[in-house]
């Protein structure tokens, strides 16, 4: 049996490619260029049935390595906790005030950005800072 070389994260959102954006901003990914034959993202999707506009949007890592983030419109709206959530490494490596520092300059960032941030979770026994956030359409992360 082969093994899996790569996988793509999808998330379920209202406005795809607005999402998307923001995603980009916060890892530093790129939006891939409109389809063969148009100049512009608008003009592809005003190409399509109004059924089908904004209906997905994707962005991936320039560098090759990170996952492709896909963004698929789904009608429903978030209702519950996320099962499974993003950590957005900004502190790896740093340790008490330096680490939070980071983080806090990090959420700040983001926070200008539509970001939420929900909770601030201090270092203990057992684990290093990290700040529980939601991205523009209520998904958690966190900061970590």
Request: glycine share 6%; with cysteine; hydrophobic share 40%.
């Amino acid at each position: 049996m082969a093994s899996i070389k790569q996988f793509q994260v999808t998330f379920d959102c209202a406005e795809p490619e607005r999402v998307a954006r923001f995603w980009c901003e916060v890892l530093g990914y790129v939006a891939p260029p409109p389809p063969e034959g148009f100049a512009t993202w608008d003009d592809f999707n005003r190409s399509l049935p109004p059924e089908d506009r904004d209906a997905w949007f994707a962005c991936s890592d320039p560098s090759g390595v990170g996952p492709r983030l896909y963004f698929q419109r789904v009608p429903e709206g978030k209702v519950a906790k996320n099962r499974l959530h993003l950590d957005v490494r900004v502190g790896t490596g740093l340790v008490g005030d330096e680490r939070l520092a980071a983080l806090e300059a990090e959420c700040a960032r983001l926070v200008a950005l539509g970001a939420v941030q929900v909770q601030v979770l201090l270092a203990d026994e057992d684990n290093e800072s990290c700040i529980a956030m939601q991205d523009v359409e209520g998904n958690e992360f966190c900061l970590d």
